[in-house]
C-alpha cells in the first residue's frame, strides 16, 4: 500500500505512517534528505536549520508537512540528557519577548519548557517565512510532525503558527516529551481538538519526562494518546512505570541528586530501542495490519 496523508480522517494510522516516515527522514543532512523525502514520499523538501535546531519543510501539490529533528544523536540519546534531566532548562516559564506574545494565548496559568521554547524561537523566522511561502504558492492543509524533542518542538511550533494565522490541520509526536504544565495541556486541547495525536510506545521513557513531573507532576501531556507496544509488552509496561514511580518516591523536597538523575538515566537507556523512531514505524505497520 501506498503511502499517503488522509486529509478527513484524523489519527488515521495511515497518516502516522506517513509522518513517521517524515521523521525517520528528517535526521538526514539536507542533500540525502531531500532524495529520500522525494522518493519515498513523494514531497519536495527544504531544509530550515538554525544553530541546534532543525525542521524539513516539504510539499506537494496536496499538503505541506513539517517536520522536525529530534536529538541529533538519537541512537545514544546523551546530547538529550540535559533536556530531560540536569539542565535549567527543563523549568517551566511563562515565555516573553516576541514568542510570549503568541503563548500568552495560552492563558494566564499556562507555563512552558524553557528549553524547548529557546530551540524553537531559534529557528522560528526562517521556518515561518518558509511554511508562508508554500502556503501562498497554494493552499493545501499543514501537518506538523516530530520524533523526541521534534515532537516537543513540533507541538510549540503548531500553537504558534495558529497564533500567526497559518491554520494546522493535524499534529502528530513520535515519542515526545511534555512541553508545558495543565494550563498548557489545556490550552492545546482547545485549541487542536481531535487534532493532536501523540503516539507513545508503552516501553519508552521520554514520554514520562521532564523529571519535574516525576516528583510534582507539574508537566501534563496533550490529548490524544495512542499507545503502542508488542503484544507480550504489558508486563515490561508495568516494571517500567513501577521503576519510575520508584524514583519519584526516593525524591527529597522536590530535588534530584546526581545518583537518582544516573538511576533514571540508566533506566532511559535501557529501553533505548523503544524510543527509536525504526520502532516506532514498525509498531505503527502492526497497527496497520490488523486493521487491515
Not at 80 to 103: R, S
Not at 135 to 156: C, F, I, N, Q, Y
Request: proline share 5%.
Amino acid at each position: 500500500m501506498s503511502r499517503q496523508l488522509i486529509d478527513d480522517a484524523p489519527g488515521d494510522p495511515r497518516n502516522a505512517a506517513f509522518l513517521a516516515v517524515a521523521c525517520e527522514l528528517a535526521y538526514l543532512p539536507e542533500g540525502p534528505g531531500r532524495e529520500a523525502f522525494r522518493s519515498q514520499l513523494g514531497l519536495e523538501a527544504v531544509l530550515i536549520t538554525a544553530d541546534n535546531t532543525q525542521a524539513y519543510v516539504a510539499e506537494n501539490d496536496t499538503s505541506v508537512v513539517v517536520a522536525f529533528r529530534g536529538s541529533e544523536s538519537p541512537d545514544s540519546l546523551d546530547g538529550f540528557k540535559d533536556w530531560l534531566l540536569t539542565n535549567a532548562n527543563n523549568f517551566l516559564i511563562l515565555p516573553e519577548g516576541l514568542i510570549g506574545t503568541d503563548f500568552a494565548a495560552a492563558g494566564v496559568g499556562a507555563r512552558f519548557h524553557k528549553g524547548f521554547l529557546g530551540a524553537l524561537a531559534e529557528v522560528w523566522e526562517p521556518l515561518q517565512a518558509a511554511v508562508k511561502a508554500a502556503l501562498d504558492r497554494k493552499e493545501r492543509p499543514l501537518w506538523v510532525t516530530g520524533h523526541s524533542l521534534g515532537g516537543a518542538l513540533a507541538l510549540l511550533a503548531a500553537w504558534r503558527f495558529q497564533q500567526q494565522f497559518i491554520p494546522v490541520h493535524q499534529v502528530y509526536t513520535f515519542g515526545a516529551p511534555m512541553v508545558g504544565n495543565k494550563a498548557a495541556a489545556d490550552a492545546f486541547q482547545a485549541e487542536f481538538p481531535n487534532r493532536i495525536f501523540r503516539y507513545v510506545d508503552v516501553l519508552d521513557v521520554v514520554p514520562k519526562l521532564p523529571t519535574v513531573s516525576l516528583i510534582a507532576n507539574t508537566y501534563n501531556h496533550c490529548l490524544t494518546e495512542h499507545p503502542l507496544s508488542e503484544s507480550n509488552g504489558d508486563g515490561a509496561a508495568v516494571e517500567a512505570a513501577s521503576a519510575l514511580k520508584g524514583f519519584a518516591d526516593r525524591a527529597v523536597s522536590g530535588l534530584l541528586d546526581a545518583t537518582l538523575m544516573d538511576e533514571i538515566w540508566g533506566c532511559l537507556k535501557a529501553r533505548i530501542a523503544h524510543h527509536m523512531m525504526t520502532n516506532y514505524q514498525a509498531r505503527i505497520a502492526e497497527a496497520l495490519k490488523s486493521q487491515s
